[in-house]
């Protein structure tokens, strides 16, 4: 059997913050060569001098890199996310593939021309909603595939963010003109499970929440000079007891919202970030049965009820988790493949623009929501003609 050997896709990172260990992905697959930084950070391109090494060619910008000639296949674009719309249409027009870093926007109308300029130029768009490959979430969606609970009919989802402090409250993530609300940045994750667990999108939803803890900490710093893991420890506890939060603090640290899906399938998200602990619970109730997750990643459990009874713990079957330890790293790197097969070769994804847009819209009408009384929102679909092309 002949092994064919692939030349490695020639890659840029846009914005050398948290995230962008991902693309690291693609080189230890061998997949790719990391050839170009862009940044507006001196701090940040020495970071990534320090990662890649002195071959990776450094530019203060996207549109720097653009007119460049350094040629470059695919991007991965992990800045902050106000920044996603500008950059990610830039390099569609420009033919340069995208891994955009969920969420896809901070704004719907911008969520759409990023769609709108995909559609046009025809390159193509990837966003990383990594959690359709966590294998708790697999597990899930195996489970509702082969109807061992019947026709899905409410999707719960608590999320207990117990990192929140650190994770969200500490640089741009705490500000609503950079990251709109948590909501969206955090909740865009669940949001799009939610609708992939029941199979429809969100058309009307109510929120409600609050800035309950974060927001009486007087302790203040700019920490623009480092990242997350500099002042990340989980012996930052209780949450009171914080310091050095971001200077503006406007996103709320506990919300609630209530979905109606197109389907008929009523839904809802719980979300708080000063919890001790850290992972989300997920509960689908179908016709014939109900799920329930203990645990998100490995050494999880995955219970079905599937027959009539009082309280029983156990349920009648139990699914192990395995992978994902600490976290989301084995669907980091099974994301990261799936890019790189769609830049390839055109494979299909779990992942879709669609559902990512769709994702945004519900949480960006939900903070709507949440911020004015908790009156309903309805949530617009994707234009017909732009969804056709995607």
């Given at each position: 059997?002949?092994?064919?050997q692939?030349?490695p ?6 914005g ?49 890199l ?25 390099l ?28 046009e ?143 008929g ?11 001790p602990?850290y ?87 939900a ?24």
């Amino acid at each position: 059997m002949t092994t064919i050997q692939r030349t490695p896709l020639k890659l840029a990172v846009i914005g050398v913050g948290a995230r962008s260990y991902i693309a690291q992905n693609a080189v230890t697959s061998g997949a790719g060569a990391i050839v170009a930084v862009a940044d507006p950070s001196e701090a940040a391109l020495e970071r990534a001098r320090a990662s890649y090494g002195d071959g990776v060619r450094l530019f203060r910008g996207h549109r720097e890199l653009i007119a460049s000639d350094q040629m470059v296949d695919a991007a991965f674009v992990t800045s902050p996310d106000h920044t996603h719309a500008e950059i990610a249409i830039d390099l569609l027009r420009a033919g340069i593939a995208v891994y955009l870093e969920k969420p896809l926007a901070i704004a719907l109308a911008d969520a759409d021309a990023i769609l709108q300029a995909a559609a046009e130029s025809g390159t193509k768009l990837y966003v990383g909603h990594n959690m359709r490959h966590m294998e708790v979430v697999r597990i899930m969606r195996d489970i509702i595939r082969r109807g061992d609970i019947g026709e899905v009919k409410a999707v719960w989802c608590r999320h207990f963010v117990g990192n929140g402090g650190d994770y969200y409250f500490k640089d741009w993530h705490a500000e609503r003109a950079k990251a709109n609300g948590l909501l969206l940045q955090k909740g865009a994750h669940d949001i799009d499970i939610i609708h992939w667990l029941a199979g429809g999108y969100t058309t009307q939803v109510t929120g409600m929440g609050d800035l309950a803890v974060y927001g009486g900490i007087d302790d203040r710093r700019d920490n623009s000079d480092r990242t997350m893991p500099d002042w990340f420890s989980h012996d930052n506890w209780p949450p009171l007891s914080q310091t050095e939060l971001n200077p503006v603090i406007d996103v709320e640290d506990i919300s609630m919202i209530t979905m109606r899906l197109d389907n008929g399938v009523l839904a809802s998200y719980q979300q708080c970030h000063f919890t001790p602990d850290y992972w989300r619970n997920y509960t689908v109730i179908g016709t014939e049965g109900r799920l329930e997750n203990f645990g998100d990643s490995e050494g999880g459990v995955v219970r079905v009820w599937n027959r009539r009874t009082d309280y029983e713990p156990r349920g009648d079957v139990e699914y192990r988790v395995h992978g994902d330890s600490g976290g989301h790293g084995d669907a980091d790197a099974l994301t990261v493949a799936e890019f790189v097969d769609f830049v390839r070769d055109g494979a299909a994804t779990e992942t879709s623009p669609i559902a990512a847009r769709n994702a945004v819209a519900t949480a960006v009408a939900a903070t709507e929501s949440l911020r004015d009384g908790a009156r309903p929102r309805s949530v617009p679909p994707v234009a017909e003609h732009v969804a056709r092309l995607l």
